[in-house]
């Protein structure tokens, strides 16, 4: 049976260019460049193309291959950019032929003026032991092998052959026959293809299929540039001819994708004969990839008998799938611990002790992170993703200090650039030191340290455009900021990412091998790509009576990120009542930090937590959590853990808005002994799951069921194909929901972060806003276009824009002069509307937007039907603002509760629609809202 899955971007976030992929026994593995670290060509495994792990590395002992002389060389250009080449491990091809694994791959050396290519393969029968051999080397003028294994056992090497590298062809792609028992070539290098741009043709992988051998290569450089084109001939040696949709992917003249430079890639098959790509590509976040080149998947769609069309990556896409991706097989546990560390070059392993999961001792070298060859001690793991932390604490005892030693914490790319914070121990000093390829963006600053200080905690904070670092004595206390660095000051054309680790430096001959003591966090014990700790965070800034924490609920729920307020004076006689309070889309728990005092101050625990896919409540084990989960009786089933694990059996009174709406509804429907009372806002209920009548009956009976639904008298009509009858407006218009549920709108949401989604949600929040005086919210006569037309374009949104698209052209037309006083809004400060952004940024908008594919789809909430013709049998309330469509864009909702359709007559205690209030009442007003809460709460 087909089955629609959803793919997220990117497979392999952070520092792993030029991907190489071969499924094998029902897993996927994948090969990236690794350049001038150690370990080197990371190896990633995955049985579904969604979850990656990191399982081990082909070069993974000194005696393999040397690093030592892969510097990093910056060469200016006549564009007026920077290249930073990097020499190293590069683009290797990963495959799999009787019984072995093969990867083959290319050493560049670069030392001072001397530049060498050194390729070899290596080669294991045990992908998960890690027993790779040493390298057979072959002699090959140039870059980018990959191996061809063909039918009659014959075995060929393509690869990338330098002609010349100032001016275009500067390469193009030669092939030889080889002995791949011995590494001896069989015939000579031949030309087989130029490529279709000619320039910079690099990356050829071949692949036979309907009788044919497909050639792709990679072109155009890997910056913006940068694509895939094909060829294809009956002779492996060629001619190969040039396909007409040339280039088959790319970026170029695309500004508009959030994914750019994509290129350099791998063609594949899983398990039931689809076709994938695998694609280097970076995001572009103002211009700038803050963490370089990463992995991406995306469709490939490849007839039999013709050309593969590859479609354009994006953050999130769907497939439909006609079977079985990959295997059963669990990659738990597979990998060795701390398999993702990586060292400068060639480490000296002595001067390295880690124990346990945190503890790290550090032996000081007489080189430091700027020493272009050879070794310095550091340690440390790629940046995985955008916005993320790490923080570390050193011992500074006084065994140690007025030694000639320096040790911190540092972000590093590469010899000419990284950014430290160092505590000095002979000046007792913390030492901030940004190096980059441009003088006048150098810092270097210290700040004293207190003499009685024996811990000295060091914290680094990353987002999309700089980088912070912090510091803190004694662990103890609010962290100080000591220096920022511009991403951008650190971002050039790269071949290389971003690495958090830590280091240690002997500023003298006689104290090197000096050991410093490090804790480290929590993260350096994971090995989920991409995942931070949400613990390791700064706490948001919110009211002195609002405090937060984590509750963890595993292994059966989540670890679950909570707001709470207690009351000043609590009750002897047991705990206060408990009221929970669930928040909507797009929204967190900070929605409630002005209410919730207003509750406490009355008497109450009130406590809000982000909900599943929002915020920093997240898996325990810091896996991510499952689209699955995305569902009704999840949700409900994590409400009840809550309640459980703060200590309670019952909820007071359950508060939601808008999609908390709809979570607390059907907690009330399937709960009522837990839950005394229920507030909605902005959400009415319209009624819970309905099941057709008589579909069955005898046909004594039929005639029993053939009566309309009829609401006050007339007919309310439905238009059961809502979606078509929209295009057909002029102009054409589309319903919210079913774009929020849509593949393309997570891209759309989420990109680009930073100031542009602070402008958008800045505007996506006035709009639905009492702010906002186009909100005539009224009642609909019709769930018909022309009938719900009438709403704003956030709700029945331009059909030919993305939700940011329909914002900006209904913001456009807002008066300067409100426009310009947007950031002083008193209920949503610029600081405030942030932590939104930031949030946001941090998880994008996937999980939190899967909730419109469940309100839409009927068989995600098809466990709810279990409760099919059941009322709100509790004391029910409903509040929002005047201007606030939600309560009115579906018709009849709010009529359903107060008819008794949805509520039971006797437990309903009306609506209250606060003046000067939009969609966002309890922001808006907040002072009202808990007003309201507490009315009801008291009356029980």
């Known amino acids: ?233 009956k002779d492996i040696w060629g001619p190969y001819e040039s396909c007409d949709a040339n280039p088959i992917m790319t970026a170029d003249g695309k500004p508009d994708e959030y994914i750019q430079n994509i290129g350099h890639g791998e063609l594949f098959q899983d398990q039931s004969g689809a076709w994938w790509a695998a694609v280097l590509g970076v995001r572009n976040e103002n211009d700038r990839p803050p963490l370089g080149r990463e992995t991406f998947l995306t469709a490939v769609d490849w007839p039999e008998d013709g050309w593969p069309t590859i479609q354009q990556p994006t953050m999130e896409f769907e497939r439909v799938l006609s079977g079985p991706v990959g295997g059963h097989a669990s990659l738990i546990n597979k990998a060795p611990a701390n398999v993702d560390l990586v060292y400068i070059r060639d480490p000296e392993c002595e001067m390295y002790h880690i124990s346990g999961e945190n503890d790290l001792v550090l032996g000081c070298s007489a080189s430091t992170l700027s020493t272009p060859t050879g070794t310095s001690t550091f340690v440390g793991k790629r940046q995985r993703s955008i916005d993320a932390s790490a923080s570390v604490s050193l011992n500074i005892s006084n065994a140690f200090k007025g ?55 060091m914290r680094l904070e990353a987002t999309a455009q700089e980088y912070k670092f912090l510091y803190r004595e004694n662990d103890l206390g609010d962290w100080n900021p000591v220096g920022r660095a511009q991403v951008a000051d650190l971002v050039e054309r790269e071949m290389t990412g971003p690495i958090f680790g830590v280091f240690a430096h002997a500023m003298k001959d006689e104290t090197v091998g000096t050991e410093v003591h490090f804790k480290t966090d929590s993260r350096w014990s994971t090995n989920y790509l991409g995942i931070m700790d949400p613990a390791q965070l700064p706490p948001w800034d919110l009211p002195p009576s609002v405090t937060s924490r984590f509750v963890d609920t595993s292994p059966i729920g989540l670890k679950f990120h909570i707001l709470e307020s207690f009351p000043k004076d609590n009750p002897s006689k047991g705990p206060p009542p408990l009221i929970l309070l669930l928040h909507g889309f797009p929204n967190l728990s900070f929605d409630w930090s002005a209410v919730m005092p207003k509750l406490a101050a009355a008497g109450y625990y009130a406590v809000a937590p982000d909900m599943r896919g929002f915020g920093r409540t997240h898996n325990a084990n810091l896996s991510p959590i499952s689209e699955e989960t995305i569902r009704p009786l999840t949700a409900l089933r994590d409400v009840v853990l809550i309640v459980h694990a703060l200590g309670y059996e019952s909820i007071h009174t359950l508060v939601g808005h808008d999609l908390g709406a709809f979570v607390a509804s059907m907690c009330a429907i399937t709960r009522p002994d837990m839950i005394k009372s229920l507030v909605l806002m902005a959400h009415p209920f319209k009624g819970s799951p309905q099941l057709p009548l008589g579909t069955g009956a005898a046909p004594q009976l039929a005639s029993l069921f053939e009566s309309k639904r009829e609401d006050g008298g007339k007919t309310i009509k ?181 008819s008794g359709e949805s509520v039971r007559s006797d437990c309903w205690m009306g609506s209250v629609i606060i003046p000067g209030a939009g969609h966002w009442v309890n922001i808006e007003k907040s002072e009202e809202t808990a007003q309201e809460i507490i009315t009801l709460a008291q009356s029980l």
């Open 1 to 233: 049976m087909a089955t629609k899955r959803t793919y997220c971007n990117p497979i392999v976030p952070g520092f792993a260019p030029d991907p190489s992929v071969v499924f094998v026994d029902g897993v996927f593995f994948l090969v990236t460049s690794s350049f001038h670290v150690f370990p080197g060509l990371p190896i990633y495994a995955s049985t579904d193309l969604e979850d990656w792990r990191h399982i081990g590395n082909a070069i993974n002992r000194k005696e393999q291959i040397s690093l030592n002389h892969a510097s990093t060389a910056v060469m200016p250009l006549d564009t007026g950019n920077i290249m930073v080449a990097s020499a190293g491990l590069f683009a290797p091809t990963i495959r799999y032929h009787e019984g072995t694994f093969y990867i083959i791959c290319t050493n560049a050396t670069h030392d001072e003026d001397t530049f060498a290519l050194d390729n070899f393969y290596i080669t294991t029968t045990d992908i998960w032991s890690g027993n790779w051999t040493d390298p057979i080397h072959f002699s090959f003028n140039g870059i980018d092998p990959s191996l061809y294994f063909d039918d009659d056992g014959r075995v060929y090497v393509q690869g990338c052959w330098m002609m010349d590298r100032l001016k275009q062809p500067s390469c193009t792609i030669k092939q030889f026959e080889i002995d791949i028992a011995t590494g001896k070539a069989l015939t000579e290098a031949r030309e087989i293809w130029g490529g279709f741009a000619r320039y910079d043709t690099e990356g050829p992988h071949i692949y036979k299929r309907g009788g044919y051998y497909y050639l792709l290569v990679a072109e155009g450089g890997t910056f913006e540039h940068h694509l895939l084109s094909i060829g294809r001939s």
């Open 403 to 457: 030694k000639p030693v320096e040790a911190g914490l540092a972000i590093y790319k590469d010899a000419p650039r990284h950014v430290s914070l160092s505590f000095n121990f002979q000046s007792s000093e913390v030492v901030f030191n940004v190096t980059t390829t441009s003088k006048d963006k150098t810092q270097s600053t210290s700040i004293p340290v207190n003499t009685s200080t024996t811990v000295l905690g």
């Open 718 to 898: 439905d238009d059961n194909d809502i979606q078509s009858s929209l295009l057909k407006l002029d102009p054409p218009r589309k319903h919210y929901k079913y774009y929020n549920a849509s593949s393309e709108a997570v891209d759309e949401w989420t990109h680009p972060t930073g100031q542009p989604m602070h402008k958008f949600l800045r505007g996506y929040f006035h709009l639905k806003s009492a702010d906002y005086s186009l909100n005539d919210a009224r009642p609909l006569e019709s769930w018909t276009a022309q009938g719900i037309s009438v709403m704003p374009h956030y709700y029945v949104m331009r059909a030919d824009l993305s939700m940011r698209g329909n914002i900006e052209l209904d913001m456009a037309q807002e008066p300067a002069e409100v426009r310009a006083k947007l950031s002083e809004t008193p209920w949503l400060t610029d600081a405030e509307l942030q932590v939104y952004v930031d949030e946001y940024s941090r998880n994008t908008f996937r999980l939190s937007l899967l909730w419109y594919k469940v309100l839409i789809d009927p068989a995600l909430s098809a466990d709810l039907l279990c409760f099919a013709g059941t009322k709100l049998a509790i004391p029910t309330k409903y509040v929002s603002g005047t201007h606030d469509w939600g309560t009115y864009q579906v018709p009849g909702a709010l009529e359903a509760m107060e």
